[in-house]
Each structure stands twice: as structure tokens, then as C-alpha cells.
């Protein structure tokens, strides 16, 4: 079955919304798919759950955790630039260089640049992960920073780079790998830890507690 054949049978079902996961499969006609789905084609598992409506956290304790089966982008695969898509002065590229697994199959690591159109290149940081996410107005990026300290091990925490103040904002919370989605007024969304014991992210930043401010020119 052709993933245009899978959304038009998901997209038949009246009322998913208010339906329960079963209910959805049996409605769109799909269940049977599914099940085979689940056991020989985790992609086809996955891509029938999306038309389904289903939420990222539920479709990966369904299909089961693997790298292979990860949204893209990732902590593990994302693109070297991030446009924050303006189309005027303000239009900025985070983009990073050498990167690199922080161990064996582990999510990457690499330096971290904000490229503007008068061709300034500004260090953000050596230890950057992503997906980072702009705000709507291209103005904020939340980056995942990496850090490792004796008792904590290697752990993650969110940064913020504020354009307009010209900031990189770190906050004291510790994630493990952060896998940012949406960054929308104060409220970040996301999932932690995506492979292993998953989390989800509702981080207002607003609300939490700074671990520390610096210029970024």
C-alpha cells in the first residue's frame, strides 16, 4: 500500500479526533495493514499512525524505539543549516560544522554559527546538538547545548539565542537528548530522551531557572 493510499483512507474517517486508537484503525480500514506493518515494516507502522493523527510520543511506544524509526531531522540526523526564513535584513543561518557522534551510535555534536547577510560569522557554541527550532518570527532559536560534568555524566541543557538582545541563554535544567519540535512565545515542545525512557518536553522558559547569559557579536 502507497503512503497517498494510506492518507486517503485516513483521511475518509469522520471524527477522529473525539476516537480511540483502535477506533481509528478500524474505521480507516487499516488495522490488518497495521498489524503486518508492525512486524516486518516499522516505516509503513509509522507512516500509518501519522495519517491516523496520531501523537509522536504514542506512535513510538506503539512502534517500538529505534533510531531507524525517528521523525527526521533528529539528535542523530539534521541538516548542517537552519534558516530562520526571513526573506529581509533580519534573514540569519545557524550552521554547523564538524560534526560528530559524542560516542559510538550517539547522537552528534558540532560547532555552532549564527551566518548573517552582512557575512558575520558568530560563535554560539563548540557543543551543539539539534534540531534547533526558530521561533515563528525567526528572532529565538532553541539549541541543544552538550555538556558533561563528573557526577551528571554527558547531558543536554536548552539554550536560547535571542537576535535582537543579541544573547545565548542557557538554562540550569538537564535533559539527555533532546529532540525540539515546536518553539512557539515562551513554550518550548519537544521529546526527551526519544530511544530510551521518552519524555516529553513542555519547557516555558519564562519559568525556568538561568544557568547563565553571554554576549553573542
Given at each position: 500500500?502507497?503512503?497517498?493510499?494510506?492518507?486517503?483512507?485516513?483521511?475518509?474517517?469522520?471524527?477522529?479526533?473525539?476516537?480511540?486508537?483502535?477506533?481509528?484503525?478500524?474505521?480507516?480500514?487499516?488495522?490488518?495493514?497495521?498489524?503486518?506493518?508492525?512486524?516486518?515494516?516499522?516505516?509503513?507502522?509509522?507512516?500509518?499512525?501519522q495519517a491516523l493523527k496520531f501523537d509522536e510520543l504514542?506512535?513510538?511506544?506503539?512502534?517500538?524505539?529505534?533510531?531507524?524509526?525517528?521523525?527526521?531531522?533528529?539528535?542523530?540526523?539534521?541538516?548542517?543549516?537552519?534558516?530562520?526564513?526571513?526573506?529581509?535584513?533580519?534573514?540569519?543561518?545557524?550552521?554547523?560544522?564538524?560534526?560528530?557522534?559524542?560516542?559510538?551510535?550517539?547522537?552528534?555534536?558540532?560547532?555552532?554559527?549564527?551566518?548573517?547577510?552582512?557575512?558575520?560569522?558568530i560563535l554560539i557554541d563548540n557543543n551543539c546538538g539539534?534540531?534547533?527550532?526558530?521561533?515563528?518570527?525567526?528572532?529565538?532559536?532553541?539549541?541543544?547545548?552538550?555538556?558533561?560534568?563528573?557526577?551528571?555524566?554527558?547531558?543536554?541543557?536548552?539554550?536560547?539565542?535571542?537576535?535582537?538582545?543579541?544573547?545565548?541563554?542557557?538554562?540550569?535544567?538537564?535533559?539527555?537528548?533532546?529532540?525540539?519540535r515546536s518553539f512557539s512565545g515562551n513554550l518550548i515542545?519537544?521529546?526527551?530522551?526519544?530511544?530510551?525512557?521518552?519524555?516529553?518536553?513542555?519547557?516555558?522558559?519564562?519559568?525556568?531557572?538561568?544557568?547563565?547569559?553571554?554576549?553573542?557579536?
Amino acid at each position: 500500500m502507497t503512503k497517498e493510499e494510506i492518507y486517503e483512507k485516513a483521511n475518509s474517517v469522520i471524527g477522529i479526533g473525539g476516537m480511540t486508537g483502535n477506533e481509528r484503525l478500524f474505521a480507516s480500514g487499516l488495522m490488518h495493514t497495521f498489524d503486518k506493518a508492525k512486524k516486518k515494516d516499522k516505516y509503513l507502522a509509522r507512516t500509518i499512525l501519522q495519517a491516523l493523527k496520531f501523537d509522536e510520543l504514542s506512535i513510538s511506544r506503539i512502534i517500538g524505539y529505534s533510531i531507524d524509526s525517528l521523525k527526521y531531522p533528529n539528535a542523530w540526523d539534521f541538516p548542517n543549516e537552519n534558516s530562520n526564513g526571513l526573506n529581509n535584513d533580519e534573514k540569519v543561518i545557524l550552521e554547523y560544522s564538524d560534526l560528530n557522534e559524542i560516542g559510538i551510535g550517539a547522537p552528534l555534536r558540532g560547532i555552532c554559527r549564527i551566518k548573517t547577510n552582512e557575512n558575520k560569522s558568530i560563535l554560539i557554541d563548540n557543543n551543539c546538538g539539534g534540531p534547533a527550532i526558530w521561533t515563528r518570527n525567526g528572532l529565538k532559536i532553541a539549541i541543544p547545548i552538550w555538556e558533561k560534568s563528573f557526577f551528571s555524566g554527558t547531558f543536554q541543557r536548552i539554550g536560547i539565542v535571542d537576535l535582537n538582545k543579541q544573547t545565548l541563554t542557557k538554562y540550569k535544567k538537564k535533559f539527555r537528548v533532546l529532540d525540539l519540535r515546536s518553539f512557539s512565545g515562551n513554550l518550548i515542545l519537544g521529546i526527551d530522551s526519544p530511544i530510551h525512557r521518552m519524555k516529553t518536553v513542555e519547557f516555558n522558559y519564562e519559568n525556568e531557572q538561568i544557568e547563565k547569559v553571554v554576549g553573542i557579536k
